[in-house]
């Protein structure tokens, strides 16, 4: 095959797989459904502060969960988006969890300095709480609100779409 053609279908695989978020594994995860309880966790920030999902979901009306991981290109680009999500809604009763999954914590501070980002990242080191939450690729998102309870999950990213979700959530809250 002519070296250009390669290297545009290389440029098309790329492509591709941005769009579809960066994999992950299937086969370790299980499946949250909508309308069951949150799945509880607790978690260190990269600044060393300790984040109960329990916690979170009592001092807000909405809590998103958006996992991540550095080696994925689609969730770095996403991070000012996750940023502009926290500051709209951060004095309105919602939680914005970033939780980073598997990468070595010095690597991620390094990240949240250079990016300037003010929500929580959580670290997810052992990668338990993905599983719990059956991420099957990155960026995840996952909508908790009322009691504790999972409302939406799955691949993309933070969009208007989940903005007017959030805030539909807060106006039935």
């Known amino acids: 095959m002519h070296s250009s053609r390669r290297g545009r ?7 591709a797989a941005c769009l579809l978020g960066c994999g992950g594994s299937a086969e370790r995860s299980v499946l949250v459904e909508y309308g069951t309880p949150a799945k509880p966790f607790v978690l260190q920030t990269v600044g060393g502060e300790t984040i109960s999902l329990e916690e979170a979901c009592r001092r807000s009306s909405v ?14 680009h996403e991070l000012p988006l996750v940023e502009a999500l926290h500051k709209r ?8 969890l970033a939780v980073e999954v598997g990468s070595d914590p010095d690597l991620v501070e390094r990240l949240v300095e250079t990016t300037r980002v003010t929500f929580p990242v959580l670290l997810d080191t052992d990668q338990s709480v993905a599983k719990a939450y059956g991420v099957k690729g990155y960026p995840w998102v996952v909508t908790i609100a009322g009691d504790c309870q999972v409302v939406s999950s799955g691949l993309g990213a933070v969009s208007d779409r989940l903005a007017r979700k959030v805030a539909r959530l807060l106006a039935e809250d």
């Open 89 to 96: 809604y951060q004095d309105q009763g919602v939680s914005v």
């Open 63 to 76: 809590v998103v969960l958006s996992f991540w991981t550095t080696w994925c290109g689609p969730c770095i």
């Open 9 to 15: 279908l290389s440029v098309w695989a790329t492509v």
